[in-house]
């Protein structure tokens, strides 16, 4: 279990279990507080079926509408489910890829990994969460 800023237990994937999507939820949270507008979760579906819900979820995007900050989810070979989630922290739009930093992997690329690693993905082979238009900032 990890413990978020308002003290409630949430759930890591302790015993084996993925925490991908338990990184995105808590980095998000702790980077923007209450304002964090995506569930708390573990579950990487949840978060993909949220984003459907609102509009946000992009499926295959063309490179232009990728940007750093989207979240990127690996679907299952069927597309029928999602497997891996973190955040895009670059585009390069020359390559059609992105730089990423994601929970539960390692430096061999697994999903099923020993820590907190940056990666390059291709960009056809992810969805992607457009979360950050939905935040309302002061300028």
């Not at 304002?35 to 946000?56: E, F, H, N, Y």
């Not at 069927?78 to 973190?86: F, I, R």
Request: proline fraction near 5%; hydrophobic fraction near 40%; aromatic fraction near 10%.
């Amino acid at each position: 279990w990890w413990v978020i800023k308002d003290m409630r237990p949430f759930p890591m994937g302790g015993g084996g279990a993925p925490w991908c999507a338990t990184f995105v939820s808590t980095i998000g949270r702790l980077a923007l507080g209450v304002s964090w507008p995506i569930p708390m979760t573990s579950d990487v579906t949840k978060l993909a079926r949220w984003a459907q819900d609102r509009g946000l979820f992009r499926q295959r995007p063309a490179t232009a509408h990728v940007q750093a900050g989207d979240i990127f989810l690996v679907p299952n070979s069927a597309n029928t489910d999602w497997t891996h989630t973190g955040f895009i922290t670059s585009v390069n739009q020359i390559n059609a890829t992105v730089s990423t930093i994601e929970g539960n992997t390692d430096g061999s690329g697994s999903r099923e990994g020993n820590g907190v690693y940056e990666r390059t993905r291709i960009i056809s082979n992810l969805d992607t969460i457009n979360w950050i238009n939905t935040l309302e900032f002061e300028v």
